[in-house]
């Protein structure tokens, strides 16, 4: 027991004496979280819309007043008729053109409801749906103030769902980090035992493999685990991304993730033959797959099927669902039992295999 | 006592050790003496369990090495070739690990170490990887010795390091061996094979003699001269297509000369480079060293 500590500890001073290794298991996690956060919310500052009032009551003139004044639009013209819409988005500056209906303030303290529309340029549909989801918002909060009677309260939720890109992408990115830390860093720390010829050392020492394959992951799933914490407090207190279902459950299953991904680290080293060669082969065999195939940037649902097939045998695609469902929707174990029982099988699958490649000898 | 019996071992094409049979006695120094590539570290490997033989059978102080690997490893102190320590870590920090590792504490054995860590010690705090070619070898070394070895198995411990920290690492084995420890080591350097109670001469996977140094040198027969010439690609031409030519080769900055014959003497050999034109210092019969016995070794089955 006391080698197993004593080999720990050495790895715990591996990688705190390790500045680019400290880089990458704090420094980059957060400025990632923080990149895509912001990345999403920067993108609709100042976005240049137009409208066409054709009630131009008090209500639609501040309703626009509350537009311009959120920060994420600007004025850029006023229009006159319908007709003008489309050389506004032609021109390249309009992004969205809002049009009350005539009649609109009227209609509002009348029946209650009034209709608004949302005209949008498409051609970037990420940025459109976004504006529209803002203006959305916006419409909804004015609505809930209690200026006028007769709004659903559910509207409000339009406003917290113009934020999804953070939403989505907190899953995404946790993949993508306990990937990071636990696969990447782990290959590279046992190949770089073999690079520099201490491997042959600890091989002959009376460390059995199994406590040489422990200590080398111990640290590395605090790591992972300190990270999915701090990725999910700068989630919740920057971005205001709650996790609705049971914390411990998310933990749990992160730790189960960070297991799989430690496995497939050994596995790699088993392979690898020095430093380099294990990086580039978790960069691309683990790191792309998690990127683009994992639902993390595209959803699963617009692949091409091969690729949508080849998906399923992508681990961190069936972590993103399991955290999104936690996470934003609030399910339980019986949630996501099954993708939790895939987890395991990979996690089976790996340790048996790397446990069986990391051999007592050299060859 | 270490015993190897027609060792195999290849690497898909290559033959990296064919049919070594040799014996160490216990407390020796031994020496493996061999360029690169002699299969010198894969010889290291199967006596210390990392690799396993493709044939043959190695008796370490009565273990076998492929089935009593723990027993085996626990007896070995194994420095590899490369420098195997932890960069990042101070002196202090290795030798505690190592000590940790192998179930061990620094203070049990600090007798055996102090010689060798005291030079170091003033430096403890500094991490290895900023320590000289010398301090590095000598922190290796206390590594290697931390657990109490009965058999220090050092494969080419001074690559790479600079003349005064070899010669000191070499007195340092001859305390250690007083110590009754076994040691096993291969170098690279034939000035080293001296300093060894007997040498395997290996090349391409053979063991070529088994002796004592002194004895290798004095089984060689043959008349050596050294040659020192102006130009010595065209001396060496000239030279090998002498007929009487046994061996010739650069030695430094000299050739060294074999002839067939056996009662030659300088100025036939002067004769004949002055008959082919060409300008010499000095022709002189000398006493070959250990490097001439390897080469006269190899040159005979090559
Ligand atoms: N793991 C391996 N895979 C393939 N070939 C190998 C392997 N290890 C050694 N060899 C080959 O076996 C031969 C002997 O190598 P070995 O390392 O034992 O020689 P050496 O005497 O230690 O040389 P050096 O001075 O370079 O350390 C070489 O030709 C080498 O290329
Ligand atoms: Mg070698």
């Given amino acids: 027991m006391n080698r197993f500590i004593a080999f720990v500890k050495k790895e715990f001073l591996h990688i705190f004496r390790d500045y680019r290794t400290m880089l990458i298991l704090f420094i980059m996690p957060i400025a990632q979280i923080l990149i895509f956060g912001f990345a999403i919310t920067t993108e609709i500052k100042d976005a240049s819309i137009a409208i066409l009032d054709k009630s131009k009551d008090e209500v639609t003139r501040e309703l626009t007043q509350k537009l311009l004044s959120s920060g994420y639009f600007n004025n850029d013209a006023y229009l006159t008729s319908e007709s003008q819409i489309e050389p506004a988005f032609n021109d390249q500056r309009v992004k969205m053109v809002v049009v009350f209906e005539p009649e609109f303030g009227r209609n509002l303290q009348k029946e209650g409801t009034a209709n608004v529309q949302l005209v949008c340029d498409a051609s970037d549909p990420n940025q459109a749906r976004m504006l529209s989801q803002f203006a959305e918002g916006i419409f909804a909060s004015y609505a809930s103030q209690g200026v006028v009677k007769g709004i659903q309260p559910e509207v409000r939720m339009f406003y917290n769902e113009s934020l999804e890109g953070v939403y989505m992408s907190i899953p995404g990115i946790m993949a993508m980090i306990l990937m990071l830390v636990s696969a990447m860093m782990t290959s590279i720390s046992i190949t770089r035992e073999k690079e520099y010829g201490s491997m042959e050392v600890l091989l002959i020492s009376p460390l059995k493999p199994l406590q040489i394959i422990m200590g080398k992951v111990t640290p590395y799933v605090m790591m992972a685990l300190i990270n999915a914490v701090s990725i999910l407090a700068l989630g919740y207190f920057v971005f205001g991304v709650p996790v609705k279902g049971s914390i411990i459950l998310l933990l749990m299953e992160c730790l189960l993730f960070t297991i799989l991904a430690l496995s497939l680290g050994i596995l790699i080293s088993t392979v690898a033959k020095n430093q380099m060669v294990a990086m580039f082969m978790s960069m691309f065999a683990l790191m792309l797959p998690v990127i683009l195939l994992s639902g993390f940037i595209f959803p699963v649902e617009n692949m091409p099927l091969p690729l949508r097939i080849i998906s399923n045998i992508i681990p961190p695609k069936w972590f993103i669902i399991i955290v999104k469902t936690i996470m934003l929707k609030g399910g339980g174990l019986l949630y996501v039992w099954k993708e939790t029982l895939i987890l395991i099988g990979f996690v089976v699958l790996f340790v048996t295999l790397s446990v069986k490649k990391f051999k007592i000898r050299l060859q | ?302």
């Avoid at chain 2, 120094?29 to 369990?49: E, H, Q, V, Y």
């Avoid at chain 2, 170490?113 to 991490?127: A, G, W």
């Avoid at chain 2, 080419?156 to 690492?169: H, Q, Y």
């Avoid at chain 2, 170098?187 to 060894?196: I, Q, V």
Wanted: aromatic share 10%; glycine share 6%; hydrophobic share 40%.
């Fill in chain 2, 1 to 302: 006592m270490i015993e190897f019996k027609n060792i195999h071992k290849s690497f898909e094409d290559v033959h990296a050790v064919d049919d070594v049979s040799l014996r160490i006695e216990e407390g020796e120094l031994f020496g493996f003496i061999g360029p690169d590539g002699a299969g010198k570290t894969t010889l290291f490997r199967m006596l210390n369990s990392l690799l396993i033989p493709d044939e043959g059978q190695i008796n370490l102080f009565g273990l076998d090495p492929v089935k009593e690997y723990k027993k085996v490893r626990q007896i070995i102190g194994y420095m590899p070739g490369k420098f195997s320590l932890y960069y990042d870590l101070s002196i202090e920090e290795n030798l505690q690990f190592f000590a940790t590792v192998f179930g061990t504490t620094i203070e049990e054995n600090y007798h055996l170490i102090e010689d060798i860590y005291k030079q170091i010690e003033p430096f403890k705090k500094r991490p290895a990887g900023k320590l000289s070619g010398g301090m590095k070898q000598k922190l290796a070394l206390s590594c290697a010795l931390i657990h109490k070895p009965r058999l220090l198995l050092l494969d080419e411990p001074t690559t790479g390091v600079d003349a005064v920290s070899r010669r000191e690492f070499w007195e340092m084995l001859q305390k250690l061996k007083e110590k009754g420890i076994t040691i096993v080591v291969s170098t690279p350097y034939m000035d080293e094979a001296g300093l060894c109670d007997r040498v395997a001469l290996m090349q391409n996977g053979k063991i070529h003699a088994v002796a004592p140094p002194s004895e290798i040198v004095s089984q060689f027969s043959d008349p050596l001269y050294t040659i020192k010439v102006k130009n010595n690609y065209k001396s060496l031409q000239a030279l090998r297509q002498w007929e009487f030519c046994e061996n010739v080769y650069p030695f430094g900055e000299t050739l060294h000369y074999l002839d067939k014959r056996n009662n030659v003497s300088a100025d036939v050999i002067e004769a004949y480079l002055s008959s082919q034109q060409l300008t010499f210092d000095k022709v002189e019969m000398i006493q070959p060293d250990i490097e001439d016995c390897f080469i006269a070794l190899t040159h005979n089955v090559g």
